[in-house]
């Protein structure tokens, strides 16, 4: 008998190949590893349920333990990989019980990532979160909410109560401090506003968002503030103080100290690899594992995907590293179809993302820094435009603001961002069909989009932005 | 001294040439000649006039005939273009003082098209509109409103007054059939429901809004159900049948009669080009005017575009006749720069087009239609499928069918339609950029979208639907 596809990691990515690969080869034996007790949540519905957007917990898995099961997946948790041995085909793994060493016919290295919280200090208070784990989810909604509510949360399946009842216990903070204004800084300065808290988010660098470039920034930063968020730009956050409880009770940044009782950590993740030391499955210069078009790593049967993995960039055709979760999925299922004997290809990715700042709609996509296009070989030149969502004389019509990028000697697109209040994430999409496709400015100036007065002008803004840019382009 | 730039049309392409050749060539002469008052208006806004969701009348005017003068344009209203000959480079033009002939250097016909009655009887009688010119929308919400608004309506400037107030003081209607059941017909559903009246559509066909295939024809349906619309598939009228007073007092169709005092045919429209006879400019087997890749007919110096005019479809590579509003704009914009003397491609179409129903957004794009797709040499294959707009925990998560035909040898995408609630119309576009791009329902399925939960789920529809015509045309 064949050994097993055996995956390392029960989230996006590792039961997605899983599934794929029980579906398309319904004999074949798929083991997967999941370190922890939650398997396949959607992270990015975190920042909606600590708000109270979404109601319960469970909303946010995808898959649970019994639907892997039904789908014949043999599903382990609290089963950490600890080691690969590629010239074995074996990993070691270890569980309450010990340790064992588990024979793989093919392997998925689908660890994800951790969220950063280094180098400051305090990180470990009772009070501070990363927001990366569905336990320090309920915990901070927990905290939140009154004691029913947060007992309800506590006895959740799955969910660690004496840890979620731990904050249930203590007062309701009133001072948010939230570190870092990227995708989970912006959504939590919603979901602590929606709890009425007094919201402050510090941000090292000069705009929030920096993904997105400087005009959609500029928006959220607005929004944001017009919410009554207090934003703090190019100010770091030196450490999180505590009381003599190990109680989060301020927070020090480099232009002075803010009492506050509860702080999100947002300050990016890292991916989990430290378990392939000695391997010889080659990092990446992001850290991240390097893989082919297939997802297959160096080493022979060893694929790996999802946040822990790079994969190539639609634009520069080099290795990337941009955990996302279609990104994760997509490779994920494209690996279970070729370990079931059908190769597939993982894709590009165009580093496509959207994120909402209460009713302000964000996407981007592709290269929009200047440095790292001049860094793929291009000579890059933006134009950002604000231009209408629907015909102007149409009730809703909401200012939109369009950043495009391209590379000024060929004219192809390199990147693109949105921000605005009506239907202005989801147009990023177009922006990144055309980058995917290695679309010139002048032939998305001439793309034939849709009008109709209660979506879109004549000139959708994403033309509008094609036309200016073309201008620019041509001067 | 150069001869002008003659256009004949004071709309959408007429007006984009005039102003783009003369803000590039700011010397150049420019004589547009408009037949009636009205220049420059929002066709596609009438319905939501006449709903009451645009408050005035003027407001769906792009430009004025006094922003037009402040370009530099020549614009001259109540001439009619009755003939025009390319070996004098004349054309003759009638006004209310007589006759005279022009010569040009370069002429644009953008003389649009006219809403078809024939060959229904009675679409002359009061109370029957078929909505495509300004003083009827004026006239049709004034019959709809109390005596003040309406009188308002009446004294605005460029109104035909006389007319107006003849509707403005009769009873206000009961009972509306609709002729038709395309984008006027749906939107005008839509507007007579606003205003409480009994609203009857008959479509011939089988469905609503046949180009937008059957799924969202279905769906579109279903809304206007919902909203007390009475929907008469497969219905044919035969005649609008008025009083003594010659006004309209009912309809009289295949399958009985219905009482009605108000009625809009919107059963599609045909190119102005009867002018054209003698000039040797040739159309297409549309009757619209045959142009190359530069909007110029076969004849030197004689260009066409908008509503009258053919544009190669980006899907056949052939001619086609699609009048809509941005490929209007758009072609006439190029022409004017070709005038101009910087020779621009009008681009290609692919048919998109979004059209609201109440709460339904709509909107295609391509070749949907399998005995078109099998005359332009493909082999089609369709699916349609029904995913959700957003993450399925988020709040406002609304059923989005998607309709996707792909050419079964090449895996070409060749059309897709879209209907939902939660930004559907809006997602079509990047079916059209990848349409445009010739991309594979592979490479489709492989788009990197934005993903975020209050916008689109980890799949976004479109990728949903890639995924499941992907597998059949594996199959």
């Known amino acids: 008998m064949t050994d097993p596809f055996v995956v390392v990691g029960g989230d996006a990515a ?9 579906r398309e080869d319904p004999d074949r034996e798929v083991v997967v590893f999941e370190q922890g007790d939650w398997v396949s949540y959607a992270q990015c519905g975190m920042p909606y349920f600590v708000k109270g957007e979404v109601d ?25 990989v600890t080691r690969v041995d590629p010239d074995e085909k074996t990993v070691t793994v270890r569980n309450e019980s010990g340790t064992f060493e588990q024979p793989y016919a093919d392997l998925l290295v689908a660890s994800g990532a951790r969220a950063l919280s280094t180098p400051i200090p305090g990180t470990e208070l009772s009070g501070a979160f990363t927001l990366h784990h569905m336990d320090d989810t309920a915990a901070l909604r927990a905290f939140l909410v009154d004691d029913a509510e947060a007992e309800s949360i506590a006895s959740v399946e799955y969910v660690d109560g004496e840890y979620v009842r731990e904050y249930g216990a203590r007062d309701p903070p009133e001072t948010a401090a939230i570190v870092g204004g990227g995708y989970v800084g912006v959504e939590m300065a919603e979901a ?45 956050v030196e450490a999180l103080v505590g009381d003599d409880r190990d109680h989060l009770m301020a927070v020090e940044h480099d232009d002075g ?47 790996a995907a999802g946040d822990c993995a790079e994969m190539r960039h639609a634009v520069t055709g080099e290795a990337d590293w941009v955990p996302l979760g279609l990104t994760a999925n997509r490779a994920g299922r494209a690996i279970g179809q070729t370990v079931a004997g059908d190769r597939e290809p993982v894709g590009d990715i165009a580093g496509t ?33 604000t231009a209408g969502s629907r015909s102007g004389y149409y009730p809703g019509n909401a200012e ?21 209040e009506d239907r202005a994430a989801i147009r990023i999409d177009t922006v990144a069909t055309a980058i995917e496709h290695e679309a010139t400015v002048a032939e998305i100036e001439r793309l034939d989009l849709a009008y109709a007065p209660p979506f879109s002008p004549v000139w959708d803004p994403v033309l509008v932005a094609a036309k200016v840019l073309r201008g620019t382009l041509e001067d």
């Not at 919201?199 to 000069?206: E, I, M, N």
């Not at 009713?359 to 950002?384: K, M, N, Q």
């Open 56 to 80: 319960d917990i469970t909303d946010l898995l995808s898959l649970s333990p019994e639907a892997a099961a039904e789908r014949g997946i043999d599903l382990r948790r609290r089963h950490e």
């Open 192 to 236: 602590f506003a929606a709890h009425d808290l007094d919201v402050h988010l510090f941000q090292r660098p000069d705009q929030l968002l920096p993904p997105f470039g400087e005009a959609a920034g500029e928006r959220a930063a607005e929004t944001l503030r017009e919410h009554g968020v207090t934003v703090h730009l190019q100010t770091e």
């Open 353 to 385: 993302a959207a994120v909402k700042a209460f009713e302000l709609e964000c996407g981007r996509t592709g290269i929009l820094d200047h440095d790292r296009a001049w860094d793929a070989g291009f000579d890059p030149v933006s134009e950002t435009v």
């Open 400 to 420: 939109t603001t369009v950043t495009l990028t391209a590379d000024s000697q060929s004219g192809r697109l390199l990147g693109g961002a949105i921000a605005g």
């Open 257 to 303: 100290r803010l009492q506050a009782d509860v702080a999100v950590v947002g300050v990016g993740v890292r991916p989990n690899t430290e378990f392939l030391a000695g391997s010889d499955v080659d990092l990446g210069p992001s850290g991240a594992v390097a893989v082919d078009e297939f997802g297959q790593t160096n080493r022979e049967a060893v694929f």
């Open 14 to 22: 590792g039961l997605s190949a899983a599934s794929k690969c029980r």
